[in-house]
Every structure is written in structure tokens, then in C-alpha cells.
């Protein structure tokens, strides 16, 4: 009985130094790179995170998913690295969460990148955005989200919302021009206002 307790408790201490979760230092730490849109730093540090976590299903995660495609985006658009390579990094989170930085909500009849507009598809009203890089010459991701909840757009009209959801494809441009590169498209998704 005592082997059994002492091999027990071998097997949870191993377990807990293997199981880590991205913590806020961790998220902090990239922030300095997406400002200056280094796509590579920020690539390879959320990279070396994410390689590390694959069992925390945090939403701090599902952010710095988020910024390891969308930095991956921005590295094709500076030739740093191929569509082939986008996608195959891209596709490896298909099924995870993935949550998006706050946009400001617009109405959908204005135009706007790095806003969130809500759309009506197919009787359904869904989310979309368009993120592209600061100097607005290249689109890195078009996102669309349906909402697991009904949403009603005037909560969210003249606020900054977050969105989030399970990917479910993710489409690189078939042309593999550098105008935009890609698409990506959420289920089970979310909108919440920042307070």
C-alpha cells in the first residue's frame, strides 16, 4: 500500500511539472512585438508558449493562438514565410478555442478594418472582422463568427467587443497574392463588451 501511495504521488508531481498554462507574465511578454508588428519575434515567442501548453485550455491560450496565426499572417505578407507553411501551422488548430482582441463594433453598412460588424447570413446574424496590418496595405485574417447564443448588434454598436470561438477552417487566399491571406471561421462563438 505504501509503494502505491508513493508511486501515486510520483505520478502527480511528474504530471503538474508537465502540465503548464500560459500565465498573464507570459501573455505580457509578447505584447512588445505585436506593437511593432514583429511578426517573426511575436511568431516564435507564441510558438515556444503554445508547444509548451498544449493541455491548458485557458482563454489567455485562445489569445495567444490567435496572435501565432495572426503573426503568422503578417509574416507572409513580408515574405518570412510561405503560404504552405501558413496554413500547415493555421490548420493545427482546427477544433481549439481561439479569442480575438477587442475591435470596436460598427454598423454594417460602414466600412472599417480592425472592427467587428454584424452581418445577416442566412436568416442568421453572424460577426465578422477584418484585421489587417497598422498600415491597413495588407489584410492578414477575414473572420467570421456564428454565435452559439443569439446576439442582439445594438448592445455592441460604438463598443469595443471581443469575440471568440472554436476555429473550424481556416482558408488561405487560393490566389496567394499578399492583398489578404487568409480567411477564418469560428462556431460556438461569443461577443462581449469590455468593461
Given at each position: 500500500m505504501k509503494n502505491i501511495l508513493i508511486l501515486f504521488f510520483a505520478l502527480l508531481f511528474n504530471t503538474t511539472?508537465?502540465?503548464?498554462?500560459?500565465?498573464?507574465e507570459d501573455f505580457k511578454a509578447i505584447i512588445p512585438s505585436i506593437e511593432k508588428e514583429d511578426f517573426k519575434e511575436t511568431f516564435d515567442i507564441t510558438?515556444?508558449?503554445?508547444?509548451?501548453?498544449?493541455?491548458?485550455?485557458?482563454?489567455?491560450?485562445?489569445?495567444?493562438?490567435?496572435?501565432?496565426?495572426?503573426?503568422?499572417?503578417?509574416?507572409?505578407t513580408s515574405d518570412q514565410m510561405t503560404y504552405d507553411a501558413f496554413s500547415k501551422n493555421a490548420q493545427k488548430y482546427l477544433g481549439q478555442q481561439l479569442v480575438m482582441p477587442a475591435h470596436p463594433c460598427i454598423d454594417s453598412s460602414a466600412n472599417g478594418f480592425n472592427s467587428l460588424q454584424f452581418i445577416t447570413k442566412n436568416g442568421t446574424i453572424q460577426g465578422t472582422t477584418t484585421t489587417s496590418n497598422n498600415t491597413q496595405t495588407n489584410i492578414l485574417c477575414f473572420e467570421y463568427f456564428k454565435f452559439a447564443a443569439?446576439?442582439?448588434?445594438?448592445d455592441f454598436i460604438g463598443k469595443d467587443v471581443r469575440c471568440g470561438g472554436i476555429l473550424t477552417s481556416v482558408e488561405p487566399n487560393p490566389n496567394k497574392s499578399k492583398i489578404w491571406i487568409c480567411r477564418?471561421?469560428?462556431?460556438?462563438?461569443?461577443?462581449?463588451?469590455?468593461?
Open positions: 511539472i508537465h502540465a503548464q498554462t500560459i500565465s498573464y510558438n515556444k508558449l503554445l508547444s509548451t501548453t498544449q493541455n491548458d485550455s485557458s482563454e489567455l491560450r485562445g489569445i495567444v493562438i490567435y496572435m501565432n496565426i495572426f503573426s503568422s499572417a503578417g509574416m507572409v443569439p446576439v442582439n448588434p445594438a477564418l471561421h469560428f462556431d460556438n462563438a461569443f461577443a462581449r463588451t469590455l468593461n
